[in-house]
């Protein structure tokens, strides 16, 4: 299979550790966001949305939508399960997907800050705030959350999809210097996720298509 | 079972449809999102992200993220299904359910649309045209996405949790003065939605809630 994603995009750096934990080999190609390759007529026609990731099976069709990725590979794929057998708790990790990738993600997310920056003519401070913002707003709902659970993971001693989730949001949160000293218990389950090889292949910096420097 | 929510808000919307196709009853608790009861103590102890909607169960366990709740009456509620049962096509309604759910009605809805008039200080017209313009970018990639397609429910012959998603967020689409026109195949599938006593009964107007007029 082909995964076209960029290596910061987080919702392809979700789709890398659930491939990863599942260990599914894919070629990965790049599109790079930064230079608007998403919005040129060959990836539009990849994936209409413009965004990434997608994922092209070996026949073919394709795939968008992280969360939508990761619950494919959750139904079609043996290896570790992303997601528990209770209901109950496939709702609590779900409730955090979306907390995550509705209610935090796609508003700090690159097409909205240049909007901001664009058409809206703010500052760049004001941007940078704006994503601080939503970022943080998110992460207190979730400590909040999950404060009083002790297990390695999330909800869970084993990595769930929420933990696919959870990692690359608290990457943007380092990138825009957010403290994370503010979020004991989700600081913890970061910890406890890098150590984990799956999650350290995925991280941005290890990607072919991110600069040197 | 209880569902706190609030009439106009979408999440709260695809929660009452999903309810209403799979014949459950509840009782409805609403929240007012516009004097600000979501940010109230006791709500906050509720669902601590202070969105709508929840969805308190008999032993008051409580769900949150109507993703995650439709998902969870999927699993849990015996009536037709939400989801059809084949993966592929799984995914390609829950893609719609996020590009809806994630990737549109987050950055139009009140929280943010007030953060823009308030911190942000710019004028109604701007903000209007922010949520203009976050509504017509999902509509049109969802319109490009399904145009090819002649089922009578976005992708199946029967309602699925991706038309629960669709039509509360043509409602807002609405109320922004967007034109439907543009997107046929939507509109298509929103007649035919809006034809089933569940989509009635679900619509914002009809709720407790709703001021008179």
Redesign the interface.
């Known amino acids: 299979m082909k995964l076209f994603g960029y290596w910061r995009s987080s919702a392809s750096y979700r789709v890398r550790i659930a491939l990863n934990l599942k260990g599914i080999d894919v070629e990965h190609i790049p599109v790079n966001l930064r230079a608007g390759e998403q919005r040129e007529d060959n990836y539009a026609k990849i994936n209409?949305?413009?965004?990434v990731p997608t994922l092209e099976r070996e026949d073919g069709?394709r795939?968008?939508?992280?969360?939508?990725?990761i619950?494919?590979l959750e139904?079609?794929v043996a290896g570790p399960a992303l997601l528990p057998n209770d209901?109950?708790q496939?709702?609590?990790i779900?409730?955090v997907?979306?907390?995550i990738?509705?209610?935090t993600?796609?508003?700090q997310n690159l097409r909205?800050l240049k909007?901001l920056k664009g058409?809206?003519d703010?500052p760049q401070e004001?941007v940078d705030d704006?994503a601080r913002?939503w970022i943080a707003t998110g992460l207190t709902?979730l400590e909040?959350?999950t404060a009083s659970s002790s297990s390695s993971y999330l909800y869970t001693e084993t990595p769930t999809a929420a933990d696919c989730f959870l990692i690359p949001q608290i990457y943007n949160a380092r990138r825009y210097d957010i403290d994370m000293s503010a979020f004991p218990r989700l600081s913890e389950v970061e910890a406890t996720c890098l150590a984990l090889p799956a999650f350290e292949a995925a991280r941005p910096e290890t990607q072919a298509d991110a600069p040197d420097e």
């Open positions: 209409p949305q413009l965004l069709i795939l968008t939508q992280s969360a939508a990725i619950e494919y139904e079609t209901p109950l496939r709702a609590r779900r409730s997907m979306t907390l990738g509705a209610d993600a796609p508003i909205v909007y058409p809206l703010l004001t704006w913002h709902s909040k959350m």
